[in-house]
């Protein structure tokens, strides 16, 4: 486990990576743990890129390379374990969601009921608080 997160992602994506993961990089040195939605590819591939991917920007003034290192820890997002660890270290603070509907179910594999049980675990394991943000 990687100490230095202090944001968990639940839906690592496209929106993500664009969004929340380059504020967090171009705004300060907190470190995110992402966890997929409904495939482990994207986990997978920045694992492959030592966390690290290219975003572009495109203007009219040119385009915007910058290798974004803000996710430090990648996981599919069937690994509750990894997520209930996550979830309950102290040094975590925010839980960010860019998940879809399909992800919004009480179903046992449904994200959302995953993180309640992950949520239920920090409050008996330590009770800190913590945000939760859906984007």
């Not at 968990?8 to 990089?25: D, E, I, N, P």
């Not at 839980?95 to 949520?119: D, H, Q, R, S, W």
Request: charged letters at 20%.
């Amino acid at each position: 486990m990687n100490n230095d997160v202090k944001i968990v992602h639940l839906g690592l994506g496209a929106f993500f990576k664009a969004h929340s993961a380059w504020y967090t990089y171009k705004c300060s040195d907190w470190k995110i743990a992402a966890f997929t939605g409904r495939s482990a590819k994207a986990a997978t591939e920045l694992v492959a890129n030592n966390y690290k991917y290219k975003l572009i920007t495109k203007s009219i003034g040119g385009d915007i390379e910058e290798t974004i290192d803000s996710v430090v820890e990648a996981f599919d997002g069937n690994d509750a374990s990894a997520l209930t660890q996550y979830i309950c270290s102290p040094n975590v603070a925010i839980v960010t969601l860019t998940i879809t509907e399909a992800g919004y179910t009480a179903e046992p594999n449904g994200m959302i009921f995953k993180l309640l049980n992950a949520l239920e675990k920090r409050f008996e394991r330590n009770g800190n608080p913590i945000a939760i943000v859906p984007c």
